[in-house]
């Protein structure tokens, strides 16, 4: 598989989520090409092109994440402050896409350099809109940053 033209990294450890969120941008008309990750090391290796993404340009970086906190191996946490502490992608919008609405997690993202915060409506009707808000947002709308 080339992963070179990815242009959203997906990041969540819960598969029923992940469907939930690739089926609602698709049903919203996204055809961004999606890759799919489950867990921050994965994440990570996908990003520095290490293990199996050892083949993957470095140079053809994501246009979006959407990442989850609570993950195993290496959190989200960590993969935003790997992110945005990194000259070379800090760039990157990052969204974190997550079930926590403790107020210590939203202060950290944001003072991390989180792009946006985004807690997972529990109803289906509402996460549908809010993923196709945020692919509309992020992908089309909002203006990348000039390198």
Partial sequence: ?????????????SIDDATLTIRALAKSGFTNKLH???DGAEALDF???????????????????????????????QVLEKVKSDPAIKSIPVVILTSSQED??????????????????????????????????????SQPAIP
Avoid at 2 to 13: G, Q, T
């Fill in 1 to 13: 598989m080339n992963y070179d033209d990815v242009e959203i990294l997906f990041v969540e450890d």
């Fill in 47 to 77: 990003i520095y092109c290490k293990g199996i993404y050892a083949s993957r340009n470095i140079k053809e970086n994501p246009k979006l994440i959407l990442l989850d906190l609570k993950m195993p191996k290496v959190s989200g946490m």
């Fill in 36 to 38: 799919h990750v489950k």
């Fill in 104 to 141: 210590p997690d939203i202060a950290k993202c944001y003072a991390l350099g989180a792009n946006s915060y985004i807690v997972k409506p529990v109803d289906s009707n509402n996460f549908f809109n809010a993923i196709k808000e945020i692919g509309l947002y992020w992908m089309i709308l």
